[in-house]
C-alpha cells in the first residue's frame, strides 16, 4: 500500500488542513485511493505467510501524514512527522471521506 502511495501516478484524492494548538501547529493531508483495491481484494494461492490479498469488501486505502511543528516554548523549532495507513470497506461514494479528515486525522500529543 504503502508503494502505490509512493507513486505519483497513482490517481489520489487528497485534502490538507492546519491548525494551532497552544505552542505547536499541525498539518494533516488525507489521501484516499481506489487503485489498489482490485489487487488487495484478490484472493491468493500459496504460503499463508506470503499472501497480500484476500481483503474482500475492500473499498479505499488511506495515507494520513501528521506534521507537528513547534512554534514556541521550550520545544520551539522542533519538528515531528508521522505516518499512518488504513484499510476500509466504503467506497468514495458511501464515505465522503474526504469531508471526514478531522475526524480521520486525530492530533499528535505532546
Known amino acids: 500500500m504503502a508503494l502505490s502511495f509512493a507513486d505519483p501516478w497513482t490517481q489520489r484524492e487528497q485534502v ?10 499541525e498539518r494533516r493531508t488525507l489521501e484516499v485511493s481506489s487503485e489498489v ?22 473499498g479505499q486505502v488511506c495515507r494520513l501524514h501528521r506534521e507537528v511543528e513547534y512554534v514556541s ?26 469531508q471526514a479528515a478531522p475526524h480521520l486525522a486525530g492530533t499528535v500529543a505532546d
Not at 41 to 50: H, S
Open 16 to 25: 490538507v488542513e492546519g491548525d494551532r494548538h497552544g505552542d505547536r501547529e
Open 37 to 58: 483495491v482490485a489487487y488487495l481484494a484478490e484472493p491468493e494461492v500459496g504460503a499463508e505467510e506470503e499472501k497480500t490479498g484476500d481483503w474482500p469488501g475492500l
Open 73 to 98: 516554548g521550550r520545544r520551539a523549532g522542533e519538528r515531528t512527522s508521522e505516518w499512518a495507513y488504513a484499510l476500509t470497506s466504503l467506497t468514495r461514494s458511501a464515505s465522503r471521506s474526504l
